[in-house]
């Protein structure tokens, strides 16, 4: 069955420092999004992206954040200046369809110390 | 505020019994409704979606939507041990793009 790949799986960064959070979509899915969920707590939408471009994001996705497609498979994530609180499981997500549920990858879990 | 909301539980049901979960939601305008399962420490995984009111049968799974009264539920049936896990309720808000919005789960233990 088609997966979404994640890579890291984890990943431990100092304070400040610039981490690029990577994934592979399925293949034939035109909408990718990052979501990230802080330990105990909900799964929170962070972007979405459809057509090369971003179509939506949230209050959490600031200036800090970025999302790149630089090829035909990849999709990432990039965090210019983690924080203490940036540590959370980051889930990447494709769908076929706008309105269908989505798979998600295995995640990456980021450790700011 | 577009909300989603689950009993956090846990849900404590003995083996083969059925499990029923709740989720509320506030956007009248809501179209499409998802359960996920999330085991401890894993990504979410898509077990069931519904778009129009009634049931949804897949499995030992139902889904059950109302559109009137703003919710949707999902029964698990023969409740096994391998089903304990927290399960997500997730609305596509209308008016919020084709982001998901999650509720904070419902924590299942089936007990043998």
């Known amino acids: 069955e088609p997966e979404v790949t994640q890579t890291p799986s984890h990943q431990v960064t100092q304070m400040g420092q610039e981490v690029i959070l990577r994934c592979v979509p399925i293949s034939n899915h035109l909408y990718f999004y990052w979501y990230r969920q802080i330990l105990g707590q909900k799964v929170e939408f962070l972007v979405s992206f459809y057509n090369n471009e971003i179509s939506e994001k949230s209050e959490i996705f600031d200036d800090q954040f970025s999302v790149e497609r630089p090829d035909g498979s990849n999709f990432t994530l990039k965090i210019r200046s983690t924080k203490l609180e940036d540590s959370a499981m980051y889930f990447c997500?494709?769908?076929?369809?706008?309105?269908?549920?989505?798979?998600f990858g295995s995640g990456t879990r980021l450790t700011v110390v | 505020q577009k909300e989603v909301e689950q009993n956090s539980g846990p849900l404590s049901v003995p083996e083969g019994a059925i499990a029923s979960l709740n989720c509320t939601y506030s956007?009248?305008?809501?179209?499409?409704f998802f359960w996920y399962r999330q085991y401890s420490g894993k990504s979410p995984e898509l077990i069931m979606s519904i778009y129009s009111n009634g049931d949804k049968e897949d499995g030992r799974f139902t889904a059950q939507l109302n559109k009137a009264s703003q919710y949707v539920s999902l029964l698990i049936r023969d409740s096994q041990p391998s089903d304990s896990a927290t399960y997500l309720c997730a609305v596509n808000i209308q008016a919020a793009g084709n982001k998901l919005t999650f509720g904070g789960g419902t924590r299942v233990l089936v007990k043998p």
């Open positions: 997500a494709s769908s076929e369809r706008g309105n269908y549920g989505y798979t």
């Open positions: 956007d009248r305008g809501s179209q499409s």
